[in-house]
């Protein structure tokens, strides 16, 4: 596991830097900092934001006027980025992939989110039902 997938991961990140400069290995040859992620490109593909809690340059979901700037960066209307959710949803962090056990295993009063499963179940019901 890289430095950052800790509880205690900014912490140590942290820590690994002030090392770095009080061994005065910042800016010498052999002696640069390697990306203390998990595994190759964790970096560079959390930069575009496919993490479920942020947009593209860590914009977090929550925060209010996220959606706004990135509307307008993709010129796209924001009343059409927000009907893509359900209501209240789009401010909501999703669960990461190394997480999609407990969207299948929990409970689904457990979770801030309708059911997809019920949903298409009730439709594909509906449709079943009602042909002749």
């Known amino acids: 596991m890289g430095q950052t997938?800790?509880?205690?991961?900014?912490?140590?990140?942290?820590?690994?830097?002030?090392?770095?400069?009080?061994?005065?290995?910042v800016g010498r040859s052999g002696g640069g900092c390697n990306i203390y992620r998990g595994h190759d490109n964790v970096q560079g593909a959390t930069d575009v934001g496919p993490n479920p809690d942020t947009l593209p340059g860590y914009y977090p979901v929550a925060v209010p006027g996220t959606w706004t700037h990135w509307a307008r960066v993709w010129n796209v209307d924001l009343k059409w980025l927000q009907d893509r959710y359900a209501p209240g949803m789009i401010g909501k962090p999703g669960i990461t992939v190394s997480r999609w056990i407990d969207g299948v295993m929990e409970k689904n009063e457990n979770i801030d989110q309708d059911s997809n499963i019920a949903r298409c179940s009730t439709g594909v019901t509906r449709r079943a039902s009602s042909s002749p």
């Open 5 to 25: 997938q800790h509880t205690t991961g900014n912490a140590v990140v942290r820590a690994s830097n002030i090392l770095m400069l009080a061994l005065g290995n």
